[in-house]
């Protein structure tokens, strides 16, 4: 069984990493997913690190399980390959600014006439619509405005970079979501193609769980703001200084509370007026960050302490390094982390799917593509190209090829 959208064919215009999310774990889903790739170094991806033996692991992860298709998209020939292929394709995925896909000849009007039945994602910084929707942009860009940058950090401090790629991770699923919804409901009675709108900006300000209600029920008076590692509305919740490094502790109401004062062998500050209500928490953290420090502080060790805190059902957690993470035994467990046999870089780890199937096991054995390494497979069976068609296209320059050396 290859997974629930076997028999789905993908044209995949895109780059970076919110598009290609989006595209990887549809091939991880079964999908034929034909990687477009623009003559002649192909996904700009391809360039960043690790590089080994001119193989991009980076290109690698975002990229396993798809087919590379590369073309000079300059070349009328191309765009006609590409219209050719297009009765046979059920979904395409570009995250090219706004207007480029339509400069090159098929934006969505084009694609829809040509296939009715066709559906179309774009992924971008800001939509398609809207007075920034022209404007570049990246994940760092979008969280900037909306709001998200500004409630990360210490409150007397510059916001820091997240160092992960939160928005166009978010986004590459949201789309996933989407396309999905769309492909169930194209099979209804009436059902068609349609065309989908995806943006970091929405992805992003959809995570504010909190701060955008608290601002607008409370008529403006609360003020949303950064407060460190501690939670903006919750005490004792956030990051506390441990015996080895740093703890996640998040008692998230009054009985998680009370428990974590069970755990501490401290329950008399469940009677102590500074902490016996959330609010009196809150105004007296400081004093109730120093009392869980020092508790965690006299722990043998952080494991031990996060025994104590777990056997009383308080949710808490060390705070790891990527590292340690990798080595950690429920995701490893999971799948969560991935081994990845590659051709050229030999196996190394990246994250698996967040997608979960009782029916349909993880895909494993999926390899990224060399830049232009399917392109006479594809257009023989999508475009109806002959053998001399497929010889003329190379001779013109039009189709391109790299194949790395593999083991």
Known sequence: MKGPLEGVTVLDFTQYIAGPVATRQMAELGAEVIKVELAPKGDQARALPLIRDGR????????????SLCLDLRK???IEALKAMLPKIDVVVENFSPGVIGRMGLGWEVVHAINPQIIMCSISAFGQSGPLAEQPGFDFIAQAYTGVTSMIGEPDEAPPLTGIAVGDVGAGISALAAINAALYWRRGPGGTGQYLDISLIDFYFHTHGLSVELH?????TVQPHRTGRYHTQLAPLGVFRSRDGYMMVVPV????????????GRQDLQTDPRFAENAARMANRDALVAIIEAWLAAQPSDEA???VLRRSRVPCAPVLSVAQAMRNPHLLARGT???VDDPVLGRFQVPGSPLNFSAFPPA???VAPDLGEHNAEILARWAGCSGADIERLAAASVIHAAPSRRR
């Not at 607008?216 to 403006?220: E, K, N, P, R, T």
């Not at 109401?253 to 501490?264: G, H, K, N, P």
């Open 56 to 67: 991009s692991a980076y290109f690698v992860q975002h990229n396993l399980g798809k087919k």
């Open 76 to 78: 009328p020939a191309a």
């Open 364 to 366: 494993t054995g999926l």
């Open 337 to 339: 982390i991935r081994d």
């Open 305 to 307: 302490a996060l025994d």
């Open 253 to 264: 109401s009054d009985d998680m509370w009370r428990r974590l004062t069970v755990a501490m």
């Open 216 to 220: 607008s029920a409370s008529g403006g």
